[in-house]
């Protein structure tokens, strides 16, 4: 049999799928891709899991006994369906909802990763599909980055400093002589991007940075948060602390007079009233490196003599996302801020701040000349939206108010949750709430090519194409190029597309023509094209036709510009360039969020102790900060049940990384499976010991399946869901952004663990 090769694209790179007798047999990395992500390699495992969901499935005490809340969830068989009849359960449904509760009651709900594919990219489909049928309840901002999306349009005026561009890394390698990264760049992020990374780029920067001989250090808990290649110094932090650091830096600029006064002056207002916070004139407290000594456990000389060095030269601060996904997290992204206008190298060439270098994949390369395609989004009619985080909030408390980013809201009243395109059981704090959340609405609707904890805690399971058995056209906003993603075999099983799924749907109730705008997939395709083709011809440019693009297979875009600086256009003139500001400055003090009158975000950067760090009074109890990073082998909890995942797990379980002192401690050594626990949950892992995590520390990597070893309250993780310990609290009322870097835990050996049962299917019941 002749191997077929297809080109196709995922949120880690483009690929060749090899096909076989209509099978994915194997994948060859994008001939143009540089530096290839393992993670292409469990494709064609997944494809074939035997973890897909055959055909369409409801669970057996909502097929016998109607809607309503049930602890069940999770717990109960399914019984597999037709087509015909689970349409019509789920369109009987959302009719029920609406005539009796209104839009309003349902939540539409996905967080984006779904698939690289701009048209089937499930959130989008679903969103428009619920739009069409009268609204529905959004999520505002995302778990990636959300208190920075409330924040930074206060200060900055826009949320560019963490969505980009930012100054490009060939500006940094040509002009930057220092870079401090608080929370590191770790190379395995780099592997992936939201949309697809075709062309790995930013290893062979960080190469070019080690070859000019910039400077880097890395300021983080985990040595390995550096990236090798740079050399980097390694200053091991308290987790939580950064503000603190950051906030003794600046003071120590400005105690040595190093501080930049005509561009806190020309491009800042309300430096002084900070000032004054700073040296103690508000509190009695000066916020000097011997007083963050003692909270970040770093020595007062290393503050000091990193101050000086920052004010010596041109200088790059960075923090990566995971800074503000934390307690207060909107701080440590003010304050560095606040650091780099002392500085006053914002808008020069390889100097000032960007949020997020070596948080994800194309961060830091130049912006492309024109758009890639993209597929409208379409609009909520009743324009209803909760924080993004906040979703069990909402399902247990319908009617409370909440406060987010200025304004009061009211949790709706949740009774029918649709989900397709992502996994709330990975990617949620407190799993074990969110399980008890998950058990108040009527009716739990999932689309899922596999049995994931999300699709085994829902009432009526459709069955989702990958993207190997559809068309579509991959491409990111920060990447090069545009890929054909051409089917490259037939559905497996009785697996839909979720446009198919949903065109259905809104012919039986009544909004097909609004949602599909009488397109079928490829003509949607050539629409998308073209809209992006006009675009180009408006940049000078012009494209293929579509059936010459198809007939390629990918499309290069060159970029709009060699070199680009965060804010360069402001500080060259800041009058006719002012930011989208209340000052059109940054504001170091912001007026705006002092009439937010939220004790958990004063109106400048400040440290606030989080509600769990070393430094707490019940850290004698619970006595190691857990990081819940992302992990090496794989996109968050995606195809976790293939070899390619399981070369990071220990015994089948997620790996618990820990410093050779605290491994003595409790007298664990390398392969023990351990209990991990605190009050909200516990999960087993396998203990990894390295003298790369700082003491007091572990890192238990996110995107295990959740396995719970059933007990009604709080369940058991057998396979080591980080998640079940996190901890399911906003930022601030400002930014409500999740909190996922805020955890305490203790760890015990387990000397009889259950086994690992999150790759095994559900019960089924026959049919009938």
């Known amino acids: ?24 047999v194997g994948v060859r990395p994008f001939e143009h891709d540089p530096d290839p ?101 959004d999520q505002a901002t995302n778990y990636s980055f959300g208190a920075a999306l409330a924040f930074l349009p206060h200060v900055v005026g826009t949320p560019q400093a963490v969505t980009g561009p930012l100054t490009s890394w060939s500006s940094i ?28 780029s930013t290893g062979g920067w960080l190469e070019e940075l080690a070859r000019r001989g910039v400077e880097v250090v890395n300021v983080s808990p985990l040595r390995d ?39 806190l002056a020309t491009c800042c207002t309300g430096f002084e009233r900070v000032r004054s916070y700073l040296t103690g004139e508000q509190d009695g407290q000066p916020k000097d490196a011997a007083w963050a000594s003692g909270i970040t456990g770093v020595p007062a000389e290393t503050i000091r003599d990193l101050a000086r060095r920052m004010a010596s030269t041109r200088t790059m601060l960075t923090a990566s996302w995971s800074m503000q996904r934390a307690d207060h997290g909107e701080q440590v992204y003010w304050s560095l801020i606040l650091l780099a206008s002392v500085l006053g190298q914002i808008g020069l060439p390889g100097g000032g701040f960007g949020f997020g270098y070596g948080s994800i994949a194309g961060v830091g390369d130049p912006p492309p000349a024109f758009p890639p395609p993209a597929m409208p989004m379409g609009g909520n009619p009743i324009g209803a939206a909760i924080p993004a985080a906040r979703i069990a909030d909402c399902l247990l408390n319908p009617g409370a108010p909440y406060d987010f980013n200025g304004k009061t809201g009211t949790y709706p009243d949740i009774r029918l949750v649709y989900w397709a395109g992502g996994n709330p059981f990975h990617h949620h704090q407190d799993l074990n709430r969110l399980r008890r959340a998950w058990g108040r609405p009527e009716t739990v609707i999932v689309h899922e090519p596999w049995w994931t904890a999300t699709a085994r805690h829902a009432d009526i399971v459709l069955p989702a194409t990958t993207s190997l058995e559809r068309n579509d056209i991959g491409a990111a906003a920060r990447d090069r190029f545009v890929i054909a993603m051409q089917q490259a075999i037939p559905p497996v099983g009785q697996a839909r597309n979720d446009f198919d799924i949903l065109r259905d749907l809104s012919r039986r109730l009544g909004c097909e023509e609004t949602f599909t705008e009488d397109r079928d997939e490829m003509e949607w395709l050539r629409h998308l094209y073209q809209r992006c083709s006009d675009g180009a011809r408006t940049n000078s440019m012009a494209l293929p036709d579509f059936d010459t693009f198809w007939t390629q297979e990918h499309l290069e875009v060159p970029p709009r510009e060699e070199e680009h600086v965060l804010f360069g256009e402001f500080r060259g003139d800041p009058e006719t360039c002012p930011l989208r500001t209340p000052s059109g400055r940054i504001e170091l003090y912001s007026e705006r969020i002092a009439g937010f009158g939220y004790d958990d975000c004063p109106p400048h950067p400040a440290w606030l102790e989080p509600a769990e760090w070393l430094g707490a009074r019940h850290a004698a109890k619970h006595s190691l900060h857990l990081i819940s990073s992302q992990p090496r082998h ?59 995590v700082s003491r007091g520390v572990v890192r238990l990597s996110c995107g295990a399946w959740y396995d719970p ?11 080591g869901n980080a998640n079940v310990l996190t901890l399911d609290k906003g930022t601030s009322r400002l930014g409500q952004g999740p909190c996922a870097g805020t955890a305490l835990v203790e760890i015990e050996r387990m000397d009889s663990p259950p086994p690992v049962r999150a790759f095994t299917a559900p019960r089924i019941q026959p049919a009938g």
């Not at 007298?667 to 499976?673: E, I």
């Open 634 to 692: 794989r996109l968050h909890s995606q195809m976790d049940g293939g070899p390619v995942s399981a070369r990071g797990k220990i015994g089948g379980r997620e790996a618990i990384w820990m410093n050779p002192l605290d491994a003595a401690d409790r007298a664990l050594s390398d392969g023990d499976v351990v209990r991990v626990f605190n009050e909200r949950g516990a999960c087993l892992a396998g203990v990894a010991v390295s003298e790369a």
């Open 709 to 719: 070893v059933d007990q009604l309250e709080a369940p058991l993780c057998a396979h």
């Open 225 to 263: 948060d550096g990236p090798e290649v740079v050399s980097p110094a390694w200053i091991p932090i308290r987790p939580g602390t950064d503000t603190a650091m950051i906030l003794a830096l600046t003071h120590a600029v400005i105690a040595e007079d190093l501080h930049d006064r005509e561009f």
């Open 37 to 137: 992500s393992p993670i292409i390699q469990a494709i064609p495992d997944a494809v074939h899991s035997s973890m897909r969901i055959p055909r369409p499935m409801v669970r057996e005490g909502w097929l016998r006994n109607g809607p309503g809340g049930s602890e069940s969830r999770g717990r109960e068989p399914f019984v597999p369906v037709s087509w015909d009849r689970a349409l019509k359960l789920v369109a009987d449904e959302l009719a029920r909802v609406r005539r009796d509760h209104g839009n309003g009651a349902i939540m539409g709900g996905s967080q984006g990763w779904g698939s690289a594919g701009i048209f089937h990219h499930a959130r989008t489909q679903l969103r428009r599909f619920l739009g069409a049928f009268g609204g529905f309840v």
């Open 173 to 200: 390698a040509r002009h930057t002589k220092l870079m401090v990264l608080f929370g590191g760049a770790n190379p395995k992020n780099m592997q992936v991007t939201l949309g697809g990374s075709a062309a790995h």
């Open 1 to 24: 049999m002749t191997v077929r090769l297809v080109p196709n694209h995922a949120h880690w790179g483009a690929f060749l799928a090899e096909v076989e007798d209509g099978r994915i």
